[in-house]
T-cell receptor, first 115, second 115 residues
Framework: AQTVTQSQPEMSVQEAETVTLSCTYDTSESDYYLFWYKQPPSRQMILVIRQEAYKQQNATENRFSVNFQKAAKSFSLKISDSQLGDAAMYFCARLNNNAGNMLTFGGGTRLMVKP | KAGVTQTPRYLIKTRGQQVTLSCSPISGHRSVSWYQQTPGQGLQFLFEYFSETQRNKGNFPGRFSGRQFSNSRSEMNVSTLELGDSALYLC??????????????FGDGTRLSIL
């Protein structure tokens, strides 16, 4: 099975500090897409960042950036200057190029932000 | 622009009943996907519809079915409900299906509880 693994069920960070969430995945495809989604208690899944596998450059969105290591099949999310509003479940997801819109999700990491 | 709208927000049913959930995608989005989220199994892909046709299907029994209308609105139906069907059902829409890897936008979900 082609899986997505998030090895940290819970993480904690002090407000204004930096935290990194880990994600590894398995795929036999050479072209695919990777995403990080945030799910606050309100339930709605919110797209945080997107990475195209054929691009070497790591994606960044304001305080959010990724470290994409294609050979290692690793896709970690770094949150800088953490804010209280960043507290949520974070899900890593993979979309294979030949699978329509079928996302495969990791198990999630609960991020707590301490004031 | 209105987001993805799912109705109802909460639903309580008993075993053996059937249920229909509704999803209205973002205006202009033609692809609609459904996911089941449970504490034990995490987020699992149910199916995807594009242009009123099922494009992909996850590994769920035939009790789970869906359809898409000409206005891109989608419904999913679960027949002969079981206790294990209790879950948050999320709908996501995107501008197009793969392989361009368009990000999916999620609704708030329908929380289904089976008694």
């Amino acid at each position: 099975a082609q899986t997505v693994t998030q090895s940290q069920p819970e993480m904690s960070v002090q407000e204004a500090e930096t935290v990194t969430l880990s994600c590894t995945y398995d795929t036999s495809e050479s072209d695919y897409y990777l995403f990080w989604y945030k799910q606050p208690p309100s339930r709605q899944m919110i797209l945080v960042i997107r990475q195209e596998a054929y691009k070497q450059q790591n994606a960044t969105e304001n305080r959010f950036s990724v470290n994409f290591q294609k050979a290692a099949k690793s896709f970690s999310l770094k949150i800088s200057d953490s804010q209280l509003g960043d507290a949520a479940m974070y899900f890593c997801a993979r979309l294979n190029n030949n699978a329509g819109n079928m996302l495969t999700f990791g198990g999630g990491t609960r991020l707590m932000v301490k004031p | 622009k209105a987001g993805v709208t799912q109705t109802p927000r909460y639903l309580i049913k008993t075993r053996g009943q059937q249920v229909t959930l509704s999803c209205s995608p973002i205006s202009g989005h033609r692809s609609v996907s459904w996911y089941q989220q449970t504490p034990g199994q995490g987020l699992q892909f149910l199916f995807e519809y594009f242009s009123e046709t099922q494009r992909n299907k996850g590994n769920f029994p035939g009790r789970f079915s869906g359809r898409q209308f000409s206005n891109s609105r989608s419904e999913m139906n679960v027949s002969t409900l079981e206790l294990g069907d209790s879950a948050l059902y999320l709908c996501a829409s995107s501008l197009a299906p793969g392989p361009v890897g368009q990000p999916q936008h999620f609704g708030d979900g329908t929380r289904l509880s089976i008694l």
